[in-house]
């Protein structure tokens, strides 16, 4: 696993040094994009990088964000990209979206985002496609 870091301490960071993230995962040929940042509108430059990215066979993954509204009315950034496979919260107690969960058509999958049990050996996800999955790991 590489961790590529970029912005501030406090988890602050410009579209530009997002995109330079993203150039530099890609330079050390990783196989999983991770994005769990985000920002509301679009980003014709991380647009690009991801597309780069996708050429060269990596794996993107967002996150959809936590301001609780529809991406399909106000796109969320890297989440609305083309080629990323985007996750929402999943509230498994309750069996729905977490409230706090953007949401949209994008969204292909959920995972566990409330009441997580770290101690735990087992994770639950969703997809609306496959039903619920349970994995040990």
């Not at 870091?5 to 330079?27: M, N, P, R, Y």
């Not at 080629?83 to 409230?99: E, H, L, S, W």
Request: hydrophobic residues 40%; charged residues 20%; aromatic residues 8%.
């Amino acid at each position: 696993a590489v961790a590529v870091h970029f912005g501030s301490a406090a988890g602050k960071g410009t579209d530009a040094q997002t995109v330079l993230g993203v150039e530099a995962a890609i330079a050390d040929g990783v196989n999983v994009i991770n994005m769990s940042f985000g920002r509301r509108g679009e980003n014709p430059a991380m647009d690009e990088a991801l597309a780069k990215a996708h050429k060269a066979g990596i794996i993107l993954v967002a996150a959809a964000g936590n301001d609780g509204y529809n991406m399909d009315a106000t796109p969320f950034t890297p989440a609305c990209c083309d080629n990323v496979i985007t996750v929402m919260a999943y509230n498994a107690p309750m069996n729905m979206r977490m409230y706090f969960s953007n949401y949209g058509s994008m969204c292909e999958t959920d995972a566990i985002g409330y009441q997580v049990d770290e101690d735990s050996d087992q994770l639950w996800l969703r997809s609306e496609y496959k039903g619920l999955l349970h994995s040990d790991i």
